[in-house]
Nanobody, 130 residues
Framework: QVQLVESGGGSVRAGESLRLSCAAS????????VAWYRQAPGKERELVAS????????????EGRFTISTDHTFNTDHTLNTAFLDMNNLKPEDTAAYYC???????????????????WGQGTQVTVST
């Protein structure tokens, strides 16, 4: 079973930057999409940014400040080793645990159908102070 490990979180002041990384324990093939989510205490998990064949999307609250990217293999053959989230001009309201998610489409292995699978990381904490 592939595991995702996020890193790069920490405590920063408002206006500073962080780069989060999401590393897969093994190359993931047949990737449909990669996304970053966040969850603040007492709030629901929300989608921050995603990337797929059609391009990237961002939550309104982070548009223009955050950038999602992947290693180049995602663009060439839809495989993934590492994803990133560059966060600039951080604000206190960005404080949350950040999670990466990778969606892999289903495929036949011989005569067996291996269903669509979503992988989640364990999260990395980002704390932004004033």
């Amino acid at each position: 079973q592939v595991q995702l490990v996020e890193s790069g979180g920490g405590s920063v002041r408002a206006g500073e930057s962080l780069r989060l990384s999401c590393a897969a324990s093994a190359t993931i093939s047949r990737v449909n999409a990669v996304a970053w989510y966040r969850q603040a205490p007492g709030k629901e998990r929300e989608l921050v940014a995603s990337i797929a064949s059609g391009g990237t999307t961002y939550a309104d609250s982070v548009e223009g400040r955050f950038t999602i990217s992947t290693d180049h293999t995602f663009n060439t053959d839809h495989t993934l080793n590492t994803a990133f989230l560059d966060m600039n001009n951080l604000k206190p309201e960005d404080t949350a645990a950040y999670y990466c998610k990778v969606d892999r489409r289903g495929f036949y292995f011989g005569s067996s159908w291996i269903r669509d699978t979503s992988y989640w990381g364990q999260g990395t904490q980002v704390t932004v102070s004033t």
